[in-house]
């Protein structure tokens, strides 16, 4: 079946640090791939995505880029500010069953301080 | 602006109690979605509706229920089944495409008394 592994949190970082979350997948075919965060007491937001084998997705300086060589979707931010701590979820989306499907990853919490 | 609503933010559930988590949506997807989420466990998926009047089991269906009467709205009904109801509910929609993402609300999150 599909997965989704990240790696472990908490990611504790100072402000301006750059900012790498791993994020690699196990699916067949092209799925699509997703990044996701999460604030304190609110649903998950999109962050990212990339639809195809070298797609970057970018978005509010973050970035990420679709391998399918080393089926990996890494996260990374040149210069974190304190208001980028929350949790990161990687994801994938494939058809089965006839419908969408969406496997997410189990979070990394990012903490930036100043 | 279009977007999912949740309600209420926070729910009490008495031992032996069905209780009832709204979603509603206004952003004319097809596809409607309900997770749970516990820490360090990410999201599991409880049930999807690709379409009104018809909804799917996810992985983690059991002691659930839902309905699909209308596009907009896909309540989630927790019975008393459900042994261990405690978590935070998601609701999400999409235009039910793979490379189209999910819109999530701001959750629910279920105590027990």
């Known amino acids: 079946g599909n997965s989704v592994t990240q790696m472990e949190g908490p990611v504790t970082l100072s402000e301006e640090a750059f900012l790498t979350i791993n994020c690699t997948y196990t699916?067949?075919?092209?799925?699509?791939l997703f990044w996701y965060v999460q604030y304190p007491g609110e649903g998950l937001q999109l962050l990212l995505k990339a639809t195809k084998a070298d797609d970057k997705g970018s978005n509010k300086g973050f970035e990420a880029t679709y391998r399918k060589e080393t089926t990996s979707f890494h996260l990374e931010k040149g210069s974190v500010q304190v208001s980028d701590s929350a949790v990161y979820f990687c994801a994938l989306s494939r058809p089965t069953g006839g419908y969408q499907k969406v496997t997410f990853g189990t979070g990394t919490k990012l903490q930036v301080i100043p | 602006d279009g977007g999912i609503t949740q309600s209420p933010k926070y729910l009490f559930r008495k031992e032996g109690q069905n209780v009832t988590l709204s979603c509603e949506q206004n952003l004319n997807h097809d596809a409607m979605y309900w997770y749970r989420q516990d820490p360090g466990q990410g999201l599991r998926l409880i049930y999807y509706?690709?379409?009104?009047?018809?909804?799917q089991k996810g992985d983690i269906a059991e002691g659930y229920s839902v309905s699909r009467e209308k596009k907009e709205s896909f309540p989630l009904t927790v019975t008393s089944a459900q042994k261990n109801p405690t978590a935070f509910y998601l609701c999400a929609s999409s235009k039910g495409e793979g490379s189209q993402p999910q819109h999530f609300g701001d959750g629910t999150r279920l105590s027990i008394l």
């Open positions: 509706s690709q379409i009104v009047n018809d909804f």
């Open positions: 699916a067949t075919g092209y799925p699509s």
